[in-house]
């Protein structure tokens, strides 16, 4: 099994930044992508950035440009982080960590962490 924790989220006003953090733990050497997701209020969970363990990353067009997602330089501590810039009311919404392994199927979640941008 794997364990995800995520932190970093809260209030913030429109135009401001957050870092959010997610630690991995358990059997994470099984792990080859991690990613971060969100589901706004009555919107379905939608993928924001993606990481593999080579570092190739991934994003939805939403956030391009202002996101970005990165990975501890100890690739084995399975930490990723989401910098997020310039933000908008419409990134309000629970963001969730999102740990996967890929050749057998497996997939783990965090509990998600809130974050809310005002206008």
């Given amino acids: 099994q794997v364990?995800?924790?995520e932190s970093g989220g809260g209030l913030v006003q429109a135009g401001g930044s957050l870092r959010l953090s997610c630690a991995a733990s358990g059997r994470i050497f099984s792990i080859n992508v991690m990613g971060w997701y969100r589901q706004a209020p009555e919107k379905q969970r939608e993928l924001v950035a993606g990481i593999t363990n080579g570092g190739t990353t991934n994003y939805t067009d939403s956030v391009k440009g202002r996101f970005t997602i990165s990975r501890d330089r100890d690739n084995a501590?399975?930490?990723v982080?989401?910098?997020?810039?310039?933000l908008k009311p419409e990134d309000t919404g629970v963001y969730y960590c999102n740990a996967r392994n890929t050749i057998y199927g497996r997939e783990y979640w965090g509990k998600g962490t809130l974050v809310t941008v005002s206008s």
């Fill in 77 to 79: 501590k399975k930490t």
């Fill in 81 to 86: 982080y989401l910098q997020m810039n310039s």
């Fill in 3 to 5: 364990q995800l924790v």
